[in-house]
């Protein structure tokens, strides 16, 4: 592949390079790239906005993570913020800091990642920042949606009796993740090594382009279920339940045997000796969404694809428990009950 | 000082203890920090959204910088953005990045200087994300506005014999810049050394701790005057005329006497033996309002404080240029018509 210098661009000249490729589809992107500011027009709707910053050496492995996919990646985190609010995203802001290791074929495989994203999921690139940088990759999204009034839906909504439910399965990013660590490791032993990612590919998945739930929060709206409390699970589950229970004042029991995990994921926590349910729990970025919804609701739940109801809220003072296969209570901490360490 | 290890703090931790003191004063800020997203009410306005990445190293250095100042400013600049659409700032998310070498008083340093500009521009905190970094402080800043229906100034608008005019005076920032860093050479040389900034409080100011033109707005407002073309001078004059023109597709006679320019620029200018003209052409970071009005509106543009008219806007086919004061021609470059290096 050829190299361009992203000096060859001025500052201007490299984001309209970038981003000239993107088509806006939303009819509340009224003005994108090329001003001061990006205008838009939300009429009645409420507009959401979350954002993130993500940092070489931090939060991505060049080594092991292909920039079309980091882009994919850091995009669609973003939306999923928005999903757990019961919105949807429609614009999003991208800004980087480049150091000059990268050149302007770099920049445009990430930002093939981001359009792809944006495509996928109909949000339209509103503007951002291109900078140098001295050290590695920065990149910063800000992503903006929009929300029915009184549909919206915060963490602190939660009441006794409501039902916890789960997206998806859990701990598959994680197991992919600690697969992409051991051929690391196996490479820089010997770099003859090939990696041995046979029937893996969904663990990898998970870890390097993970989705959003559009779906679920579709299905929802269309069973006319608004749960009471939402977010996406990005830290694992452990944390965002303790997270919903004390914002909620509420306390919560869940079962282990309904936690929902993958094949794949299970075989490789065996290969590489690890509790499958720790990672399930703890690992984090399976950008599932954890939500609860109403008793009275429990038909109409049961009939969503995808959507699985690992336990109940309780009052406070009952705390927060996962309940083991043997029925023993363990209570849950953010960090884990069982270190992952 | 004490130092306190930001490790003390878990991330939820250490945003809510650095947010808690901000207090929402927009009506538009429905829900602020704490949830996946914040959630905005903007009814029948337009929403206004900029953004900004600041990198230590390339965007500031701590050297001579206070984090307070740094703080104010990073979050100025981007109120800038939004009177510069003829808008009003509302929110604001702030994400950083992080290394070791900050301490939680060094952060509580930077977010006492963002609720200062915050209070001053009445402008609310509603989200951001903290993560740890390999090196230095990374501030990635998105700033939120409203605007009128059809009151929202772009940058294409400008047409022939519209009058060209610009806020506050330019260059001084830059000349702060130069002493800054005329003085961290002498204390490099020299650790005892204490530096000189007699009499240059003005220029140290306009760089250290920059104003968005909030008052040029409401007065432009109350003389009921839409300009026809708006921007904030972050990178220079020359730079942001001929993003005015190209965009509006016109030219433009800029007039080199009409340049508004501080008697402490001057003055410092004169001292490190450069030319003034060449600051305020392209030193950028005055943050200051450059705009053209109709010529209808002449009358009423007179009447308004800290505005002064340098030029008129003429047919693309005439060019850009620059009338020195014994009446030559200058074409305007965007990397400056004299380099400034």
Redesign the interface.
């Known amino acids: 592949m050829s190299r361009t210098e992203i000096s060859k661009y ?1 500052e ?1 000249g490299l984001i309209k390079h970038l981003t000239e490729k993107f088509k806006l589809t939303n009819s509340s992107t ?2 994108g790239v ?11 709707k ?8 993500l ?5 991505f492995d060049l080594i092991y993570v292909p920039l079309k996919h980091l882009g994919y990646k850091a995009a669609v985190v973003n939306f999923s ?2 999903y ?2 019961n ?1 949807q995203p429609r ?1 999003i ?1 991208v ?3 480049v150091s000059k290791r990268f050149s302007v074929e770099d920049l445009e495989e990430l930002y093939a990642g981001i359009k792809l994203a944006c495509e996928v999921y109909g949000v339209d690139l ?4 291109t ?6 990759l ?1 990149i ?1 999204i ?4 929009e ?1 029915e009034k009184d549909k ?1 839906v ?2 602190n909504g939660a009441k006794p009796n409501d039902l916890i439910c789960v997206t998806g399965d859990l701990g598959s990013a994680y197991m992919g993740l600690q697969l992409l660590e051991r051929e690391k490791l196996v490479f820089s032993a010997n770099s003859e090594a090939q990696p041995d990612f046979e029937g893996k590919d969904y663990i990898l998945q998970r870890q390097l382009k993970p989705e959003a739930r559009k779906d679920v929060i579709a299905a929802l709206a269309e069973k006319g279920i608004v749960p009471t409390a939402m ?2 699970i990005s830290d694992g589950l452990s944390s965002e339940l303790i ?1 919903i229970c004390t ?1 909620s004042n509420v306390g919560c029991q869940v079962y282990e045997d309904k936690i929902p995990i993958s094949y794949q994921a299970v075989a490789m926590a065996e290969e590489l000796n690890m509790s499958i349910v720790t990672a399930a729990l703890n690992g984090g970025e399976d950008y599932e969404l954890l939500f609860t919804v109403s008793l009275d609701d429990y038909d109409k739940i049961i009939g969503v694809d995808n959507v699985g109801i690992v336990g109940h809220i309780t009052k406070p003072e009952l705390g927060l428990h996962l309940v083991g296969r043997e029925g023993e209570e363990i209570e849950l901490r ?1 960090q884990g009950w069982n270190s992952l360490d």
């Open positions: 001025g201007f009224l003005k090329g001003d001061d500011a990006a205008v838009l027009d939300y009429k009645d409420k507009v959401l906005v979350t954002t993130d910053l940092l070489e050496g931090v939060h913020d928005i757990a609010m919105g614009q802001t800004s980087l800091g509103i503007g951002g920042d900078s140098a940088s001295l050290t590695g920065t910063s800000t992503c903006i949606g929300g919206i915060y963490r977010m996406d997270h914002q953010a």
